[in-house]
Structure formats: C-alpha cells, structure tokens
C-alpha cells in the first residue's frame, strides 16, 4: 500500500470509529500527531478503555477491512473526497462543535464545505406556504452567494435544496447514512443534481444504513457547518429543533419564520422566537444577524430576484409533462395515467422542470405550473 493509501486507510480507520460513537479524538490526533499513530497506539493495547470507549476502540484495534477497501476504490473516482480533520479543507467552524468527525465522505465539491452558509431546516410534512418560504429563503441566499445546507430529508429540506438549484447555487446535504445509502430514495435524482452543484457529506461509512439515532448527529454537522439555522417550519419535537438546540450550543445564530397561532407546524417556530431566536421576515434580516462573522459574502452582496423568463431545450417527454400540468395540484399518478409514461421515466424529468421553474411541487408527489413561460 502506497503512502497516500496507507494515510487514506487510517483515515477511514478514523472515520468508522468516529462513526461507531459521538466521541471527540480530536485530543488524542493532537497528542500521537498522526491517524497511524492513533491506529498502531490501539492495535498495540497503547490505548484502552480509559482512554476511549469500547465501541471506538474496537473500530480501531479491528476495523471493517472490507468496507475500508471499498471505500478505497470509490475514493479513486471522481468527485470523491475525503476530508480529514487535520487537512485545510476541513470547515473551521465544524471544528468548533463538540465532537467534531474525525473525517468526511464528500461527493462534490469539497471546497463548497468552505464557503459561507446558512442551514434551512423544518419540517417533514410541511404546509404549501412552509414549502414556498423554504424555496423563497433558500433561492435568496443561493443568489447572493451564500452556500444553502440542509439534510436531504422531505419537505423544507428538499425544498431548500431545490430552491438553491433552482438559482443555480451552492447546496450541501449532510446525509444520516453513508452516501451509498441516500435516504430517502425518492430523493436520489435531488442528491445527483446537488452532487453537481455542491456536495453530498457524511460521517458514516459508506454502506452505514440510515438509523434513526444517525440523525440528531447528523443535524450537529448541519449546524456545525453554517453560520446560521433558519427553521421555517417545525411542531413541537420536530427534528429541526434538535438541529436549533445544536447551533444554540455552537454559538451560531437561529432564525425562525412566523406565522399563523393556528397552524400546528409553525409552534416550534413561534417557542423559537419566545427564547430569542431571530425573526426572519425576509433575507436581509438574516443577513443583518449574522454581520458578526466579518465578511459573511450576503452583507456585501447585491440581492439577485429571481427571473421568469423562457426556457428552452425541453424534451419531448419533458414537454408532454408539461402539458398535462396544470395550475390546479396534480398527481404523479395522474400524470403516469395522462400520459402513459412510467414513474421511472418521468422522475428525474420532473425534477428537471421544477429546478428550472416550470412546475412546483406542492406537495410530495403533487405538482402545479411554475412562473416561467415557455
């Protein structure tokens, strides 16, 4: 094994260790200088269980040989990155959580990790309002230069990322799982298009299921990576709040959007904003908060609205979606029934139409024309 393979394997030694337990080794690389020194220090019996806990020291002493190898060869394609803690493309701020990981998994653009950003959190099953603020906020961050991250799961997350796309911005998504286990599957033609216009992250291996207890570590990585949280919607025990109480333990600032006393999905929002959290109304009032990280790219930026215009270049599968969309919600079903094409033909399709803004998605599986003409 050469030497840059030889380090790459202690890395990922790391990585599934860090991945086992949320344990900070960050200590112990400073000390023994070196992820092989960290592995040759368990291996020989240097390290025990007072010095860690069982579960990390067992990745250690005897990691997933198998799963390292394959690891190793899909490192050797393109687009995938590890990024260890100790290297320069590790984001500053992630270092500055609790246990920050040992290493990531990225595919895409590894150096997106060090731009500005902001998360967009909120709710699983949002309200067609929730879904438009998600976009709204999302887009205007994306058009003054500003790196939208979020987790990739349905409603205000998916919405965030389309909405940066749809501006044609940055947009990382921290998985709960490893990024050969995109979760959820109907997300995956969403996951492709960000892996080419930012980056898909994790901590886990990449065979790593996603587990439930994977995501309240997942949304400290959220937080870990942005400056600020806007949770545009979220009931009480929402996920998204676990993600709030993250970025109120990092120091960073939390926004929240109001809305009606009536509507269930905006309660966490509204115990947000009881305890302080920042009202966003609108962008800038993000912008003018987060001032005090110096020269944050939306405080200098001119805003950048966004622009119907014609769009060109469709398909023929891509025009009969279109023509069988109307401005009232229809169904993938109906669609599927109008046009007799199969759901595997027509899902990345639609994707295609809602990022360039000729359908939205009002709902999951529920769309309605966009603003664009063509």
């Known amino acids: 094994m050469d030497t840059v393979n030889s380090q790459q394997h202690s890395w990922l030694v790391l990585l599934h260790a860090g991945a086992a337990a949320e344990h900070n080794?960050?200590?112990?690389?400073?000390?023994?200088?070196?992820?092989?020194?960290?592995?040759?220090a368990a291996e020989t019996g240097?390290?025990?269980?007072?010095?860690?806990?069982?579960?990390v020291l067992a990745c250690l002493r005897k990691p997933d040989r198998k799963e390292i190898e394959h690891e190793l060869r899909w490192l050797e394609r393109p687009h995938h990155h590890l990024v260890p803690c100790t290297g320069p493309g590790y984001p500053p701020l992630l270092k500055q959580v609790a246990a920050p990981p040992p290493a990531l998994l990225v595919c895409g653009a590894p150096g997106?990790?060090?731009?500005?950003?902001?998360?967009?959190?909120?709710?699983?099953?949002?309200?067609?309002?929730g879904r438009s603020d998600a976009r709204y906020f999302a887009g205007q961050l994306a058009a003054h230069g500003i790196t939208v991250t979020s987790g990739l799961a349905q409603g205000i997350d998916a919405e965030a990322h389309r909405g940066a796309l749809a501006q044609r911005g940055r947009t990382v998504a921290v998985l709960g799982s490893g990024l050969e286990r995109i979760y959820p599957r109907a997300n995956a033609g969403l996951a492709a298009k960000i892996s080419e216009a930012g980056a898909l992250v994790s901590e886990f291996p990449l065979s790593r299921q996603p587990y439930a207890g994977n995501f309240p570590r997942r949304n400290r990585i959220i937080s870990g990576l942005s400056a600020g949280v806007l949770v545009v919607e979220a009931a009480h025990g929402s996920g998204s709040l676990i993600t709030a109480k993250h970025a109120l333990d990092q120091n960073r600032e939390v926004f929240a959007v109001p809305g009606s006393i009536r509507n269930p999905m905006k309660q966490g929002c509204h115990g947000l904003l009881r305890e302080g959290a920042g009202l966003a109304e609108r962008v800038e009032d993000i912008f003018a908060a987060l001032s005090r990280f110096g020269e944050f790219a939306g405080g200098t930026r001119a805003a950048v609205a966004p622009q119907p215009g014609t769009i060109k270049g469709l398909d023929e599968q891509e025009k009969v979606l279109l023509d069988n969309i109307g401005y009232e919600p229809t169904s993938v079903d109906d669609i599927v029934d109008m046009t007799n094409l199969g759901i595997g033909d027509i899902t990345g399709k639609l994707l295609n139409l809602e990022l360039e803004g000729l359908i939205t998605a009002v709902a999951p599986g529920s769309y309605i024309r966009g603003k664009h003409k063509l």
């Open 46 to 55: 240097l390290l025990n269980r007072s010095h860690l806990p069982e579960k």
């Open 25 to 40: 080794l960050h200590p112990l690389l400073e000390k023994l200088e070196t992820p092989e020194a960290v592995v040759h």
């Open 112 to 129: 997106v990790l060090m731009t500005d950003q902001v998360a967009v959190v909120g709710s699983r099953r949002p309200t067609v309002d």
